[in-house]
Every structure is written in C-alpha cells, then in structure tokens.
C-alpha cells in the first residue's frame, strides 16, 4: 500500500485534529480538479430524504466534483435505511431506490438497518447497485458473513479497497429478534484482517466505512480501531451523530463523521500525486443551493405513494383520543395512556414513560389510520429500553410534574405507573415515594426497572438527565410503529381508553384568590394555593388609622370589622376572598356588598394603607394553619 504522508507528520497529528480547513472548495463551472479524488460521505441520515440538505443535494455536489475531473467516491455509514415513514412504510425499499439513482459505491449496515430484521436488510443489500459492507457480521452456525466485507474500486488508476464494520452494539440497539442468528465480531481484529486482506490485493489507499461512532459510552470507538490497526487511510464513520468539521487523525488515519440527518455533507479530498488527505465539510451553515432534479422527482413520486400507503387502517376507536397540545402537557389524557401502554407492548418493560410535548395530534372517533399515527408521532423517534432504578423513577416523576398546572412539554404520560403528587408543594418536592407505585407494587428505590421511552427522553431530553446517564439496553422500532402494532392488537380501544385511567393523581388542592381596597383605591391582586381539607388563616395588618371594614368570601359579606385575622376552616373548593379596608371605621356596621362596596370618605393615612394590602395580594401577610390534607 501506497503511504504518501510522512512518518513524522503522522506522528505529529496523532490523537488530534486534522490539521486542514474544515472549508470545503466546491467546484464552479470551469475547475480544474483532476488529480484529485473527492470522498463525499453521509452518515446517519434515519431516512430523513428531503430535509436538510437531502440526498438531492449530496447528488448535485457529486455530479460537481465529476464535472471538474475529480475522482469521485460516495459512501454511507449507515443508520439510512430506517427512520421515516418515507423508509418504514415501504420497509426501506424506498431508499434504495434513492441511494441508487445517487450513485453511491459503498455504505456500511447500522443498528436501525437492521430494524427489518436480518433477512430483510439482506435482500435490501440485494437490490443495491453497490455493495453493503459489515466484514464483522457473520452467521452463528456457519460463520459466513451476512453481507459484503470489502470491495476493490479503481478510479483513475488507483486502487481503493473499501471495507465495512457494523457495530458490535446493534444486538441491543435493535430488537434482538432482528439479529438472533448472528455474531458480530471483535471489530479491532476485523478490521487488522481487512487490512491485510486488502494489501495483499495492492491497494493503494484502505477506507473503512463503520458505524461505529465516538461515544464516550462505547467500548470500542472508531479512534480505538485506528489506533490499534496500522494501514487504515480514511475511517468514514457514523452511530454517536458526531460532527467533526476538519475530521480527526488517529495513528495516521483520518476519521471522518457529518453528523446527522443530511445536515453537512462530507468532503474528504486525496491529492493523487502527494497522498495528502484533507477532510472537511459543506456545513449546513454553508447554505449550499445544488440540486438534481431527477432524485427530486423520485422522493416526490414516492410521497405520492406514501400518502396512499398512509391511507391503510389499521384499527378503530370508538372513543375521542385526545393529544391536544393544552392537555397532554398538563395531564394524563387517554391518548397519553394508549401511547404509553403501547411502548410497555412492544418491549415487554416494567414501566414506560413519552413525554407529552412529543404527542402532536388527537384522533377523532372512527378508522385509525397509519396516517394518523404518524401525525401524532411524526419526529422519527424510536423507542428504547434502559436499566434504571427506582429512584431515577421518582426523579423523574418530579421533574415532570414540576410546573403543573403550567404547560409543559416535558409532562410525563406514563404506563406501569401510579403517582400522586402535591401541586401546593415546591418544585422537585411533589412526589412523595410512598405515592408511588410500579406495576401496582409501592416503588422501591433501590430496585432496578426496565424502563420504555422514546430515544429522545432517553438521551436527556426534555431535562430528563436522570435517565440519560444509564446506558441502552434494547431499541425497537419507530413510536408511530409501535402503536400501529399495538392498536391492531386491541379488540376495542374505548372499552379501554375511554377516559385518562387514573395514573397520574394530583392531590385535590383550591385556589384561595385575595382582592383588596383601601379607600377606593385597589391593590394587587395575589392567591394562595392549599389542599383540600387546609384551613387557611389570613391576617389583616393595616397601617395606623385604617381598618378592616369588611371580608366577603366568593360574593357574600362573612365578616365585618373582624380583628386583624380570619381563618377559614377546611377548604373544600376555590375561594374568592374580598377584603375592604377604610380609614376611622365607624361603631356600628353598614350594609355593603362586595361588588360595590360603600367607600367611606378619603381620610387617613391611605397611602400607607395601600402599601400595606399589597403585601397581603403578594402574599407575604398568609400564613396557612390547621391540618394538612391527610395523603
């Protein structure tokens, strides 16, 4: 194999970033770019075909690259075949058709290439123009590999061996019956292998396209790969959603990563003649206009189709689902309930939690359609499983329902689990343990769950950082997915759903709102929010010379000239508490009522009164006395 970079600048660049421009030069009409071979690389796309750039846009760039003489190569490191339901709807076959008219040279499998199922994704390779490389992959009993391990291209003379790695994570980062059968090997002693292999065949340069990944979390990253195995020119990499603007070099190997979703384009460029490699990317701040108009025609005929495979019911419901937006995220609806439970069916978890702000849509009564679901569920997400232990559990009930009865895109909707929680009390202290149960058994917080969620909550999401610090134990398929199979288990959802089931339990509480005037001038206006059963004490404290003229409580007179305090006793619903202050209170009372108050003539000292009754609206003159709500 052919080393054109010296042994000291590989050293010197070892474990650090590649010491190039992350800018990439794009061809304009007339460049002159032979002697160069462009590597344009994707990773990480989740069937995301138009948005971002698109695969219209990494098509233009390399028929631009083409068109100036370059040598031009275009890989994919996986997760690109899964995703939307532009993919899962026609079970990738769609992709393929995209990656093809593309004209990609190669790509690696990723853990949600696999969601089809093992024989799927091989009789999707099948129907590919190039090869889909996991030199790691093989079958348990006959140790044969499920698809391609390497490939030799030429272009321009020089000889590319191009092989691929799957990552050893995919056989709990799929549905484990989308892998049984199979073995993924140690990819270290893989790729050594691949390496030698393809030397033997006098490559010049070697690539490797894995869907590895640079997580922290992963036991064998794409940077522990390079550097324990010499040979390996370019590493394309993909799976931790890594963006490395300028790549990074490890051991003389530059590893190259976009991102996500299409957003940046990679652009690794090889000088033929002096070996020096540079990688960088089209950057989605870069606003790059190209497109190509027949993979525009393509993705717009297979939305035509998709429209109509939306159009397929798959159940029936009898019953109002409600996932409107000023509901899902400030209590448990039927909807939250139904897309909770279906999480728990498709994963078998001891408990599940969706966050409300990812439920985007109510569905009416009559025929369920994919169409439907995938309205209320349209991010993609997937739905994934974690080890976590009952305290993370109560954590996290705390954080959801830390700003109720405010709006909040972060409110749990739960399955195998009960709370009540105490909306009076401050933030992160509403739920007590006790008045929590999982799987109608009281929480133990030292216990270990399986927990379902959606892969964004996972991550930490939504502030949810308690759960983002245990690892993955299992991924499944899409949310939209996951309630397809489990509505078309139901014999009938309103025998079920009819209403929100009870999981989620405020503790009764009112509202005790306190207006005030003071000689006809009106102060602010302030409230105090107790549980039901609390007696509440108001204590009246007047500047010199004015006093409390009379209290009415939700429209009627309760009290006139009471003292400095009133208490009221066992509150039982809101209230809505009048209190009229004057200056030198007369000895005998008056008739008045509470919405037109007699005013008394404007003597004393009013302003100091007023001051006063703002500290009572605010607040700070309550005090709450008497037994608290037995829980």
């Not at 030698?196 to 006098?202: D, K, P, R, T, V």
């Not at 909550?457 to 299992?474: Q, R, V």
Request: glycine content about 10%; some cysteine; charged content about 20%.
């Amino acid at each position: 194999m052919k080393r054109f970079l010296s042994i000291a600048l590989a050293f010197v660049m070892a474990f650090s970033l590649a010491a190039v421009s992350s800018a990439v030069t794009i061809p304009s009409d007339g460049a002159d770019m032979s002697g160069k071979t462009v590597i344009i690389h994707t990773n990480d796309s989740h069937s995301r075909v138009d948005e971002n750039y698109g695969f219209t846009a990494v098509s233009a760039l390399k028929k631009q690259y083409e068109a100036a003489g370059a040598n031009v190569l275009v890989f994919d490191a996986g997760d690109t075949l899964h995703g939307m339901p532009i993919a899962t709807m026609f079970e990738g076959e769609s992709i393929v058709d995209i990656l093809n008219l593309v004209g990609y040279d190669a790509m690696t499998a990723g853990n949600h290439d696999f969601n089809y199922g093992s024989d799927k994704l091989a009789e999707l390779a099948g129907k590919m123009d190039f090869p889909v490389l996991a030199a790691n992959v093989t079958y348990k009993e006959t140790s044969e590999p499920l698809l391609g391990t390497n490939t030799v291209i030429v272009r321009g003379g020089i000889k590319f061996g191009v092989f691929g790695l799957a990552s050893p994570e995919t056989v709990y980062k799929t549905h484990p019956d989308n892998v049984a059968g199979l073995d993924f090997l140690d990819p270290i002693e893989t790729a050594s292998l691949q390496v030698a292999e393809l030397n033997a065949q006098g490559c010049d340069y070697i690539i490797c396209i894995g869907h590895i990944g640079l997580d922290e979390s992963t036991e064998i990253t794409s940077a522990d790969i390079c550097g324990a195995v010499d040979g390996i020119d370019v590493f394309i990499d993909g799976h931790s959603h890594t963006v490395l603007p300028q790549g990074m070099t490890v051991n003389g190997t530059v590893i190259a990563s976009t991102g996500e979703y299409i957003k940046n384009i990679g652009v690794v460029t090889i000088d033929n003649a002096t070996g020096a490699i540079e990688a960088g990317l089209v950057a989605e701040t870069d606003a790059y206009e190209g497109r190509d108009d027949a993979v525009d025609e393509l993705i717009g005929g297979l939305r035509t189709e998709l429209e109509a495979l939306l159009g397929e019911v798959v159940g029936y419901t009898d019953v109002y689902l409600n996932g409107e937006r000023q509901y899902v995220r400030t209590q448990e609806t039927n909807l939250g309930d139904l897309a909770a439970d279906a999480l728990v069916y498709v994963s078998g978890a001891d408990c599940a939690m969706t966050n409300g702000g990812g439920i985007r849509a109510s569905i009416e009564v009559g025929d369920i359609t994919k169409g439907d679901l995938v309205t209320v569920f349209p991010f993609g997400n997937y739905v994934v499983t974690k080890h976590v232990t009952g305290s993370a559990i109560h954590d996290m009930l705390e954080h959801g329902v830390r700003a109720y009865p405010e709006s909040l895109g972060g409110f749990p909707q739960v399955s195998g689990i009960e709370f009540k929680f105490d909306p009076t009390a401050e933030a992160y202290d509403r739920v007590d343990p006790k008045d929590v149960l999982v799987g109608g058994e009281p929480l133990e917080l030292e216990r270990e769950y399986l927990f379902a969620t959606n892969d964004f909550i996972a991550a930490g999401g939504d502030g949810y950082t308690m759960l983002g610090e245990f690892p993955i134990a299992t991924e499944y398929a899409g949310l939209d997915e996951a309630l397809i199979q489990y509505i078309s288990s139901l014999q009938s959802i309103g025998s079920i759903y009819s209403a929100p089931l009870g999981r989620i339990q405020p503790y009764p509480y009112h509202t005790v709102t306190i207006s005030s005037t003071a000689n006809g001038t009106t102060a602010p206006t302030g409230s105090k929010t107790v549980l039901d059963g609390t007696s509440l004490t108001i204590e009246m404290k007047p500047d010199a010379g004015c006093y409390v003229w009379y209290v009415s409580v939700n429209g009627e007179i309760v009290a006139v000239r009471p003292g400095n305090s009133i208490t009221f006793e066992n509150i039982t619903e809101d209230l809505n508490v009048f209190v009229c202050f004057k200056a030198d209170a007369p000895a005998v009372n008056v008739p008045v009522t509470p919405s037109e108050p007699s005013q008394p003539p404007k003597t004393g000292a009013v302003s100091m009164t007023v001051a006063a009754i703002c500290a009572i609206a605010s607040g700070a003159a309550l005090a709450v006395s008497g037994r608290k709500w037995e829980r």
